[in-house]
């Protein structure tokens, strides 16, 4: 349940809303509410082992990559990224990511019409 406060929202990470979903655990930014946006969002917790499902979309999309260690896996290898790092996705790149440490990999994955 979101906090509010004179012109705030808290929407707290919630990790009970978590949905396994596409070789992940996530959380949707969308429903909420009244917001209202250009983007759509997900918070991402890639659990040891876990891959997502191999993909392209017509969206760019951004990883705000938050905590623990992953890699993004495209069609010229393996790009390994942590905690601090962000990611850029052009249109129509085929991707998955994957968690092959011993500790969860968690990111913010945004996405918006190119």
């Given at each position: ?6 012109g ?50 017509t ?38 990511v ?17």
């Amino acid at each position: 349940m979101p906090e509010t406060a004179p012109g705030l929202t808290i929407r707290r990470q919630e990790p009970a809303r978590l949905e396994r979903a596409h070789g992940l655990d996530l959380g949707l930014l969308h429903p909420w509410g009244d917001l209202t946006a250009p983007f759509h969002g997900a918070w991402c917790v890639l659990r040891p082992g876990d891959v997502t499902d191999v993909h392209r979309h017509t969206e760019r999309e951004l990883f705000i990559c938050m905590a623990g260690r992953g890699e993004v896996r495209t069609a010229d290898g393996s790009h390994p990224v942590a905690a601090g790092d962000l990611v850029l996705l052009p249109v129509d790149t085929d991707h998955a990511v994957a968690n092959p440490h011993d500790e969860d990999f968690t990111y913010y994955a945004i996405w918006w019409q190119a």
